[in-house]
């Protein structure tokens, strides 16, 4: 009878034994205790989004050029020869400042030729005009001999102007940026021979597109760098002079001509030249920094990853107005204070834990 008993009250025990295990299997899975469950930590930096007035930019690559009324591109008045070279490439000179020299024999001739053939030509007209009032000649050979005069002054002006530019003087102060003038070289109107530039009254021509040229407007400021991209040499400040209202047809391009007010160094004309343009500034924009952006789901879509209390990143899709090197403009899914993830954004997926890295020890 003992035997039959024992076995009947164990069957009860054991099951409920089994019953206890699951149920403290169900309770520790609940409460997060398996560490399959818990949460992946990130290291990451964070910082809140500040709301400040933000500047849009048009960015461009342009040229030094002179400006207009302080560059002179001097040559030959007529097809003569170099008889004397006065300056060198890079010499400062001052308005009136003689520089090359032609042979004045030519030039000289001429200009007595044509003195001669003025007193000659005056004499006739008179003769002419009084003999037709007179009646002698007919009024068409006073006519014809009055129109021989107008030639002969109009010659006699030339040739006077010519020798006057048989000697090539600088119609501005400036340096002399180009000297081809060589001691007994034969030359014609066409050789530019030298040219001479104020250098302090250069000007830097950006070239826009069509599209950002309708966002710029005359006096807006722009920030100058050497070279043809951002990151070279800072060279100063200056202001939109004028838009070009026609579009270069090689470079479907318009020349956006700025005036500098400030430089660092002098500019050399012809050197290249980045021109970032301000055409609007936002007061109260939504800033973070760039390395803040991560690329979206579609592309040229943006996403943030903005950190809540518990200390959780969430993706987020945020629409971005303007950039610049280190600043980004969100005009849409953000609001200034809210934390965003920056420096190993990269490395974030959506809900995980963000510990910030801990300062270097002293």
Known sequence: MTMPHARAT??????????LLVTACGKKEADGGDEATAKPVVTAKTVAATVEPFTHYVSAIGTVVPRPGHYAALSAPLATRISRVYVSAGQRVSAGQPLVEFEQVGFSTAASAAQAALVAAERNSERASRLANEGIV?????????????????????????????V???????????????????????QVLVEVADPSAFDVVLSVGPTEAGQVHTGSHVDLSAGEKTGGEVLGTGLVASVGAALDTASRSVAI???????????????????QVATQ????????PVEALVPGDEVGTYKLFVV????TAIGRDVKVGGRTETKAEITEGLKGGELVVTQGAFGVEDSVKVATPRPAAP
Do not use: N
Not at 10 to 19: C, D, E, I
Not at 308 to 311: F, I, Q, S, W
């Open 10 to 19: 164990r069957g009860p025990l054991a099951l409920a034994a089994a019953l």
């Open 138 to 166: 007919p009024r068409k050979d006073a006519e014809q001999a009055a129109a021989d005069l107008g030639k002969a002054r109009a010659d006699a002006a030339t040739a006077q102007r010519e020798l006057q530019l048989s």
């Open 168 to 190: 090539l003087r600088s119609p501005v102060g400036g340096v002399v940026t180009r000297m081809s003038a060589v001691l007994g070289a034969s030359v014609d109107p066409a």
């Open 257 to 275: 001509r700025v005036t500098t007010t400030s430089t660092r160094r002098p500019l050399r004309m012809g050197e290249s030249v980045y021109g």
């Open 281 to 288: 500034v936002v007061p109260g924009a939504v800033v973070v």
């Open 308 to 311: 809540d209390k518990a200390g």
